[in-house]
């Protein structure tokens, strides 16, 4: 069954802003390590940003940092991605994703993931 829904992707003009959310449908717990990465058309799932669920602290991927803001709402099961001053090369499927141990920016170390939502920024 779905586990972790995204939502809130859409098309976006450049230098606009958007914020995609990812409700989690499983127990999400203080020690787990929530993520947002994106996949461009013919490129490799990459890091976007991600937080850990107990204490918040936040971590990005250098392209987005100053721009994009991860949260969480706990009581929720929610993370949230706030992304601003959006460019053209943001354009991807954002995926949102829990690990069980701490930080980490590989994909393979995560163990639950969303179906994804699209972002397209225009020029």
């Known amino acids: 069954q779905v586990q972790l829904v995204e939502s809130g992707g859409g098309l976006v003009q450049t230098g606009g802003s958007l914020k995609l959310s990812c409700v989690a449908s499983?127990?999400?717990?203080?020690?787990?390590?929530m993520g947002w990465f994106r996949q461009a058309p013919g490129k490799e799932r990459e890091f976007v940003a991600g937080?850990?669920?107990?204490?918040?602290?936040?971590y990005y991927t250098g392209s987005v940092k100053g721009r994009f803001a991860i949260s969480r709402e706990t009581g929720k099961n929610t993370v949230h991605l706030q992304m601003n001053m959006l460019k053209p090369e943001d354009t991807a499927v954002y995926y949102c994703?829990?690990?069980?141990?701490?930080?980490?920016?590989?994909?393979?170390?995560?163990?639950?993931w969303g179906q994804g939502t699209q972002l397209t920024v225009s020029s």
């Open positions: 499983v127990r999400i717990f203080s020690s787990h390590y």
């Open positions: 994703a829990r690990a069980r141990g701490g930080y980490t920016t590989l994909a393979a170390e995560f163990d639950l």
């Open positions: 937080i850990r669920w107990g204490s918040g602290v936040t």
